[in-house]
């Protein structure tokens, strides 16, 4: 692992090229377990990537960016962290960019930054004199070269003083500062994109903000215009027919509704972000203490639309029977992806169930209306249970026995990958030592039964 050094310390001239930067050198083979990733990039925070060898022969390079960003994708990290490292690398295809260690800084750049801009903040790949390989962090290949852009202003500066350097020689140093200026913009536009991410909220809280006091002027406004017809109640001609063509009275009563529904839609997409802040935890390594009714609470308004949607003309009842619970230590964003999970399925199969219309109406409002049940205990003061109930199709009992099986799936090819229900059960018994049970009757719904202890047991 080579020693990373600040690019300001670099003694870097107009033409240095890659081999004068530090690199990264950590490799790993292809047969290990995906795991072994987790644990190299976790050991060292500014490692960019990791090459990968097959047979100690140079295979490709896996990026943390890369690795993390598919890692924290549901069924991902149960799916590729106990497997080899080549299913996860097949799966990837990572693009690379590899240059030749004389490569200048300046052209490096340059290539680096015209690639796509999911791929701009990539490492580069190496290959040196002596034939080995390394990485370069792109953002110390940007230090570098911003480096060698301040000593190319200073040499143009000194020409332009002295006038001691040659025509074609100045003309290289114009060609060179040319080329960093353009590199500069493209790095400009770069973060500009990827911070446009991060600028959701902004623009929310400004409009959400100002519609507050929008509601309250024009309330005033609306009061002047009544006072105005008390003690005018005979305005002359041209207001009157102004007021008879805008519907003046509708235009009052429905003024604040309008408002309202902004404000009210501000909200909901507060609301929206602020749950998939909550939801997206599958990044967070490290164990929590949390209300674990806040992560029930967040996956439900990402599902949100689903659960609104008619079933041949019937919307879900979502009943929500939480106990006084205290909050435990988990993996949070793990428990989520639990919960999306066997609510997802629950959906469908009310979907299943109740699209058929020949439901008989003479049947209890419970049964004849789709249904979900969520309900919270507190039991033994170890253990919390969370319930989620539906009275959907339900599952035959030759299904019941291999539904945690990886693969295992009774939809449609292309409607489901058969993972969901066996990651969920190996986050819930492996990963939290806890129980993931399942009950169901043919016709009547499924009950899935999730027992989780308060305190993570210590796993050895």
């Keep these: 692992m080579h020693s990373m050094n600040n690019a300001n310390d670099l003694n870097l001239q107009l033409e240095s090229t890659l081999e004068e930067l530090p690199r990264w050198e950590v490799q790993i083979e292809l047969n290990c377990p995906g795991e072994d990733l987790m644990t190299a990039f976790a050991q060292e925070p500014l490692l960019p990537g990791i090459i990968v060898t097959k047979k100690q022969c140079f295979l490709g390079m896996i990026s943390r960016q890369k690795f993390f960003e598919h890692m924290s994708r549901p069924y991902s990290f149960g799916l590729f962290s106990r497997r ?4 996860l690398y097949n799966f990837l295809q990572p693009a690379l960019l590899m240059l030749p260690g004389e490569f200048s800084v300046v052209e490096a750049t340059k290539k680096a930054l015209q690639r796509p801009l999911n791929l701009v903040y990539e490492p580069i790949l190496v290959l040196t004199a002596s034939g080995t390989y390394g990485l370069v962090d792109f953002h110390q290949l940007l230090l570098a070269y911003s480096q060698i852009y301040a000593l190319t202003l200073s040499q143009l500066q000194l020409v332009e003083e002295q006038s001691q350097i040659a025509k074609a020689g100045f003309q290289d140093l114009q ?3 040319t080329r960093l200026l353009q590199n500069e913009k493209m790095a400009a536009l770069g973060k ?3 911070g446009i991410a991060h600028e959701i909220n902004n623009p929310i809280n400004f409009i959400s903000g100002n519609l507050v006091h929008t509601i309250g002027y024009s309330q005033s406004l609306l009061e002047v215009i009544s006072l105005y017809q008390q003690h005018y109640p005979h305005p002359v001609p041209e207001i009157k027919n102004k007021i008879a063509d805008i519907d003046l009275d509708y235009v009052v009563t429905d003024f604040h509704n309008l408002l309202t529904s902004m404000k009210y ?3 909901r997409i507060e609301q929206i972000v602020k749950s ?3 939801f997206s935890r599958l990044d967070e390594a490290d164990k929590k203490i949390v209300d674990i009714h806040a992560g029930i609470n967040s996956t439900l308004l990402i599902l949100h639309s689903r659960l ?5 003309g019937k919307r879900i009842s979502l009943v929500k029977e939480y106990g006084n619970i205290p909050e435990i230590e988990c993996f949070p964003g793990l428990l989520n992806q639990v919960f999306m999970n066997i609510l997802a399925n629950a959906i469908d199969a009310l979907c299943e169930k109740f699209q058929s219309s020949d439901l008989s109406s003479e049947l209890p409002n419970c049964v004849n209306n789709p249904t979900i049940i969520i309900r919270t205990e507190y039991i033994f003061k170890k253990y919390i249970s969370i ?6 199709i339900g599952i035959a009992e030759d299904v019941r026995q291999r539904l945690f099986d990886p693969f295992f799936t009774t939809k449609p090819v292309g409607k489901g990958t058969g993972l969901g229900l066996s990651i969920s ?11 993931l049970n399942c009950l169901s009757t043919v016709g009547q719904g499924t009950e899935f039964m999730i027992k989780i202890p308060i305190q993570l047991p210590i796993f050895k």
């Excluded at 609104?308 to 041949?312: A, M, P, R």
Aim: proline share 3%; with cysteine; charged share 25%.
């Design 387 to 392: 319930s989620i109930i539906d009275n959907g």
């Design 425 to 435: 059960h190996q986050i819930v018994v492996e990963k939290h030592g806890g129980e």
């Design 192 to 194: 500009l994109v990827a």
């Design 265 to 267: 839609g501000c909200d």
């Design 308 to 312: 609104k949607e008619e079933i041949n």
């Design 276 to 278: 998939l802040r909550n």
């Design 84 to 87: 080899p490292i080549e299913n």
């Design 175 to 177: 060609n060179n500062y």
